[in-house]
């Protein structure tokens, strides 16, 4: 069904909306309805694409000074704010999140995302050294960043306009071109960014987006391009390794950030009110799509059966439906293939012995909602630490619950896991707290609390979760070559 609200959506490149060389529906998870008619990037647009970033670093941008790209990010963040509902508008119709959700988190964040950068690349200095030899040389040295170049951005559909902001921002700060490709299920918030970052007042060709897939399509033809200079991608770990065969040729700096499967461990010492409140947001936030949700949770045999309650109770009270319903907390999943993969790990935790102590399977919202990509959230006990869904990233707004006695035994099964991104401990041992966080293999790990970001603070992951670190001084680091200038004195 096409209604007057479906857009056409083209790349945009060089300062303008240019056509591809073939186009895709894009379908709303909530309901199967026409959200866009995108049009996919060909090798055409994409060699364009790189010319134009190249362009752009070889003209005044090139030349740029920090206060002045601090403005430009200032003056993007406040064009963002004055189009707000136009971004939470496209965030929902793409993903079909709730309403609350994409104002509070998606949409705000790429706000304080452009301001933060703002503020780290104003504040950073330069590296240096007063050199003083055996012989009696001195030297000065000092390291000036220089940006990386051509930057190709690569981000997927759960956070579409946050993990995009989170890295267009660093990038441009540091005097970079990119060149975006949003996935094919969320291509409309990179689009509109596109207007505002122009709006604000930037260069052509220093912002530039590619609609299309991953293999054989725009993903693959911009990462293996021969004249880029370096890829920051966030999505799935496999996804990851294939990106970085594809630039191994040509020794290309990678930022990855990659999958999970979170631990929580909840000790009987915890403030449990705390605690089922705040796991029931790590598991079940974004339903579940979010690469920092907890979908193993330990917890201390004591309190084992009052937090299984405690959760249990929580999922029951979630309300799917519509984004922009009163109450709604829960969305659908991105998309129809997506909730088919999830749906998988129903059967295989069935298969695998698991007692589905709520959900379990797709939930009947009615005729409207019929075509959506729904599906219940789930909690599971009794499974094995060897079965598949304990050790693969599901994606979904699903949790395994599993009792622990002691420390030493927690932090071994959180730690058991080819991933390492995120981790939470629940305690009130302050001791403890710090004890055992310090020993969790991950990039990031909590204390009676979950997603709590200081964006000057490194992000990222271990293992299949990912290569390097970005935040603060981080990003500062991955979008800049540094140059040392060594004076003798
Ligand atoms: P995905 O890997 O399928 O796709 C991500 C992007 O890569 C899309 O734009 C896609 O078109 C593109 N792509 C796919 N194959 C490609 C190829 N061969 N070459 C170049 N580009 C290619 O991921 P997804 O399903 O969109 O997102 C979900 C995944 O992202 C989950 O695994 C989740 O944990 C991860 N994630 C990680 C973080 C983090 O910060 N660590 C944050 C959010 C999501």
Redesign the pocket.
């Known amino acids: 069904m096409v209604n007057e609200s479906v857009r056409r959506l083209q790349s945009f490149v060089d300062g303008a909306y240019i056509d591809g060389v073939s186009s895709w529906e894009k379908r709303s998870p909530v309901d199967g309805s026409l959200v866009a008619v995108v049009e996919e990037a060909g090798a055409e647009q994409v060699d364009a694409a790189v010319a134009a970033a190249r362009r752009a670093l070889e003209g005044p941008w090139g030349r740029s000074s920090v206060a002045e790209r601090a403005a430009l990010m200032r003056r993007i963040a406040d064009r963002i704010e004055a189009r707000f509902d136009d971004f939470v508008a496209a965030e929902i119709g793409d993903t079909g999140k709730p309403l609350k959700q994409a104002r509070e988190l998606d949409v705000a964040r790429a706000v304080v995302n452009f301001r933060s950068f703002a503020d780290t690349v104003s504040a950073t200095g330069l590296d240096s050294f007063l050199t003083e030899l055996a012989d009696g040389r001195r030297a000065l040295n000092y390291a000036v960043p220089r940006p990386l170049g051509v930057v190709a951005v690569?981000?997927?559909?759960?956070?579409p306009l946050l993990?995009l902001t989170w890295k267009v921002a660093p990038a441009l700060a540091c005097g970079n071109a990119v060149i975006v490709?949003?996935?094919?299920?969320t291509p409309s918030t990179a689009t509109l960014l596109a207007e505002v970052i122009a709006e604000a007042g930037a260069p052509a060709g220093i912002y530039n987006v590619l609609h299309?897939?991953?293999?054989g399509?725009?993903?693959?033809m911009?990462?293996?391009h021969p004249d880029i200079d370096g890829v920051t991608?966030?999505?799935?770990?496999?996804?990851?390794a294939?990106?970085m065969r594809?630039v191994a040729p040509y020794v290309r700096p990678v930022s990855?950030?990659?999958?999970?499967k979170n631990a929580a461990l909840v000790f009987a010492d915890a403030d449990l009110e705390k605690a089922v409140a705040g796991l029931g947001r790590s598991i079940f936030t974004n339903t579940g799509?979010?690469?920092?949700c907890t979908e193993r949770v330990y917890i201390q045999r004591p309190v084992y059966d009052e937090v299984v309650a405690g959760l249990v109770e929580h999922a029951r009270g979630l309300r799917l439906g519509r984004p922009e319903a009163e109450g709604t907390t829960t969305g659908p999943l991105?998309s129809r293939e997506?909730r088919a993969k999830v749906h998988g790990y129903l059967d295989l935790a069935r298969e695998d012995g698991a007692d589905v102590l709520v959900g379990g399977g797709i939930p009947d919202l009615g005729a409207d909602l019929a075509d959506g990509a729904w599906i219940e959230p789930t909690l599971w006990a009794g499974l094995d630490h060897s079965s598949r869904v304990l050790r693969e990233?599901v994606?979904g707004p699903v949790a395994a619950l599993m009792p622990f006695d002691s420390e030493d035994e927690a932090v071994k099964l959180a730690n058991d896991s080819r991933y390492g991104?995120a981790a939470a401990t629940w305690t009130s041992d302050l001791e403890r707290g710090h004890r055992v966080a310090q020993q969790m293999r991950v990039g990031m790990s909590w204390v009676n609390t979950w997603y709590l970001r200081d964006l000057r603070s490194p992000?990222?992951?271990v293992g299949l979760?990912?290569i390097g670190r970005e935040g603060g001084t981080h990003s500062m680091h991955f979008y800049t070559e540094p140059t040392n200038v060594c004076v003798q004195l």
């Open positions: 690569v981000v997927p559909w759960n956070l993990l490709k949003p996935s094919e299920e299309g897939f991953g293999p399509s725009a993903g693959e911009l990462t293996t991608f966030t999505g799935e770990s496999a996804t990851g294939a990106i594809g990855f950030e990659l999958g999970g799509q979010v690469c920092l991105i997506h990233e994606f991104l992000f990222g992951g979760s990912g």
